[in-house]
């Protein structure tokens, strides 16, 4: 079956350490997403890839990395940098276009900083 | 000022009731979409509307595209549709999320 596929489901990190969620999808899905979820508030855009080798910065991108090597999969890394960074992140891809196309989320990583 | 509100943020129904949840948007959209996220957190697709009314078994979503406002009503209530509902619109290849609302259907 088509997807999206986040790990880990659960992450604890030091303080002070870089930590890199993953987020593959095998839907032939152009663009992808990354959110971040607090409680109370709605999802929040990190950076967005509308096709390989290219991304560009969301809402909330600083202390925030991504590439995109390859169509499949679009890793988030989460600096040090990141003054708050434990948080429930979604990643999500769609075609890319704009217009009536679907959307589709992975399950989330929830990830807790010590 | 959020693209995206929605109303009520909390809905406690017993069992059997009809919900409606409600989405107002300031943006001019391509589509909406309803989506749900269960405890685990993990976000499903339930909708996409780009006009008119559609349905999935228990579920119907209307949109009113003059007015910027949609619905997502649940007919026949069960605990199993304890959720967080969330209404999201899109402009090209951006989207912009309202808030969600948590509902809690009580046997």
């Known amino acids: 079956d088509g997807g999206i596929t986040q790990s880990p489901k659960y992450l604890f990190r030091k303080e002070g350490q870089n930590v890199t969620l993953s987020c593959e999808q095998n839907?032939?899905?152009?663009?992808m997403y990354w959110y971040r979820q607090d409680p109370g508030q709605g999802l929040r855009l990190i950076y967005y890839s509308q096709i390989v080798n290219d991304f560009q910065k969301g809402d909330i991108a600083e202390g925030y990395s991504v590439s995109r090597e390859k169509k499949e999969s679009f890793p988030l890394t989460v600096t040090s940098a990141q003054k708050n960074p434990t948080a429930f992140y979604l990643c999500?891809?769609?075609?890319?276009?704009?217009?009536?196309?679907?959307?589709?989320f992975g399950s989330g990583t929830r990830l807790t900083v010590v | 000022k959020n693209e995206v509100e929605q109303s009520p943020q909390n809905l406690t129904a017993q069992e059997g009731e009809f919900i409606t949840i409600n989405c107002s948007y300031s943006v001019g959209i391509s589509a909406l979409h309803w989506l749900q996220q269960h405890p685990g957190g993990g976000i499903v697709s339930l909708f996409m509307l780009s006009s008119g009314k559609k349905k999935h078994g228990r579920l119907i979503a209307t949109i009113n595209i003059q007015e910027k406002h949609s619905s997502l009503h649940i007919t026949a209530s069960h605990p199993r549709d304890s959720a967080v509902y969330i209404c999201?619109?899109?402009?090209?290849?951006?989207?912009?999320f309202g808030t969600g609302t948590s509902l809690t259907v009580i046997p």
């Open positions: 999201a619109v899109r402009t090209g290849n951006q989207f912009y």
């Open positions: 839907l032939n899905h152009d663009a």
């Open positions: 999500a891809s769609s075609i890319s276009g704009g217009g009536n196309y679907g959307y589709t």
